[in-house]
Every structure is written in structure tokens, then in C-alpha cells.
């Protein structure tokens, strides 16, 4: 089945640091590939979504690729800020239907000023 | 911001009662999905309904049920409770077709002792 792994956090950064949040996938056919995020008391937002291999998806400075050879979308952002500070969600669906999110366990990340 | 709204948003309940969940979609969304989210995991997809029958469903016992409405709202019903049952239940409304954006609700968190 499909399934989803995710580096486990939490990870801490300072402010204005780079982030790499690893996510690796198993999948049959062609998923689609999302991250999602969770802010403290408050339900999942699409962060970032990628439907087709070597696609690049991006939003509010965070990106994150497709990569079929390495089955992996890692999240990558630039530039934290404290306002980023919330729990990240790598998830799957098959063929690019909404059906049947297949999420990771998350990572928690945290932003000290 | 995006117009899912579940309730309650609390709930406490004793093992072996039923509960039932509410979930309003999105205006214009026609499909509703349920997920529950165990504290520290990942989302876990329950079931997926579209034109008021059910559309997939995990691997989660009969004793999960659900319905959708003419209105396109939802209920997720639960008979008799388990203590692993207390969790974050989550509500995601989109259109059926491929490739549309699902929108989750802030969540109920239930409670079993």
C-alpha cells in the first residue's frame, strides 16, 4: 500500500535559517504529491502541491520537487520566520484525485526569534 | 480562509456510548471526507462520501459510519467507544474531480474515557 515517511522532528530553528524538511514516499502508479500545514489549534492548510514527475510546487516561499527517481518531495524554504512555526504534513494521493489523502506523521517545527 | 466548519469542536464521551460528529462543507463542494488524527500521528483517511454514498473508505470498522446530506453536509457517527478512539477527527470538503484542492475544518476532538 502507500505510505509516506517523513524526518521526525521537531526541528528548531533561528529565525532567517534554511529548512529541509525530508519526505520519501511508496507509491503504486503516479501520486500526487502534497505538504501540508497545521498551525497551532487550527485544521490542515495546502501549502504546496506537485502532480506529475520533476514539478516543482511552491507558496509563501516554501518549495518543494517531485523526484520519481528518488521517490522523494522534501520541503525547503530559505528563509524561516517565527510566524512559520507549525507542524508539516507530507502527504499522497493516487493519479491526481483528491481521494484518499495517505499522510505522513508530521514534523514539528519551531522558529525562535 | 476556507468555510469548513465542524462541530462541536469538543467533546468528552464514556467507552461503549456513541457519538456522532458534524462536518459543513465548503459552498459549491460536493464531496466530504473524514479523517482522524491521533495525537502526535498523521492523519488516517476513515471514508469519503460523494452524492450521499459512501466513495472509499480506510481501514477502520464498521462501527465507523457516516452520511452526507442533500446539502452536501456530513455526519461521522461512532458506536460503541474505545478509549483509542480520542482523537482529533478532521473534515476535508472538495469537488470530485482530480487535481481539486481539499479543505479541512479546524477538527473535533474527542475524548474517551
New interface residues.
Given amino acids: 500500500g502507500n505510505s509516506?515517511t517523513q524526518m521526525e522532528g521537531p526541528v528548531t530553528l533561528s529565525e532567517e535559517a534554511f529548512l529541509t524538511i525530508n519526505c520519501t514516499y511508496t507509491a503504486t502508479g503516479y501520486p500526487?504529491l502534497f505538504w501540508?500545514v497545521q498551525y497551532p489549534?487550527?485544521?490542515?492548510?495546502?501549502l504546496l502541491?506537485a502532480?506529475k514527475a520533476d514539478d516543482k510546487g511552491s507558496n509563501k516561499g516554501f518549495e518543494a520537487t517531485y523526484r520519481k527517481e528518488t521517490t522523494s518531495f522534501h520541503l525547503e524554504k530559505g528563509s524561516v520566520q517565527v510566524s512559520d512555526s507549525a507542524v508539516y504534513?507530507c502527504?499522497l494521493t493516487e493519479?491526481?484525485?483528491?481521494?484518499?489523502?495517505?499522510?505522513?506523521?508530521?514534523t514539528l517545527l519551531t522558529v525562535n526569534p | 480562509e476556507?468555510g469548513?466548519t465542524q462541530s462541536p469542536t469538543h467533546l468528552i464521551k464514556t467507552r461503549g456510548q456513541q457519538v456522532t460528529l458534524r462536518c459543513s462543507s465548503q459552498s459549491g463542494h460536493n464531496?466530504v471526507?473524514w479523517?482522524q488524527q491521533a495525537l502526535?500521528?498523521?492523519?488516517?483517511?476513515i471514508f469519503?462520501y460523494y452524492r450521499e454514498e459512501e466513495?472509499?473508505r480506510?481501514n477502520f470498522p464498521p462501527r465507523f459510519s457516516g452520511l452526507q446530506f442533500p446539502n452536501y453536509s456530513s455526519e461521522l457517527n461512532v458506536n460503541a467507544l474505545e478509549l483509542d478512539d480520542s482523537a482529533l477527527y478532521?473534515c476535508?470538503s472538495?469537488?470530485?474531480e482530480?487535481?481539486?484542492?481539499?479543505?479541512?475544518?479546524?477538527?473535533t476532538r474527542l475524548t474517551v474515557v
Avoid: I
Avoid at chain 1, 489549534?41 to 495546502?46: A, D, P, R, T, V
Avoid at chain 2, 502526535?40 to 483517511?45: K, L, S, V
Fill in positions: 509516506v500526487s501540508y489549534g487550527e485544521g490542515l492548510q495546502l502541491k502532480t504534513f502527504a493519479g491526481g484525485s483528491n481521494y484518499k489523502l495517505t499522510f505522513g506523521k508530521g | 476556507t469548513v464531496t471526507s479523517y502526535g500521528q498523521g492523519p488516517q483517511f469519503q466513495n472509499g480506510g478532521l476535508a472538495s469537488l470530485f482530480r487535481g481539486t484542492e481539499a479543505f479541512f475544518g479546524q477538527g
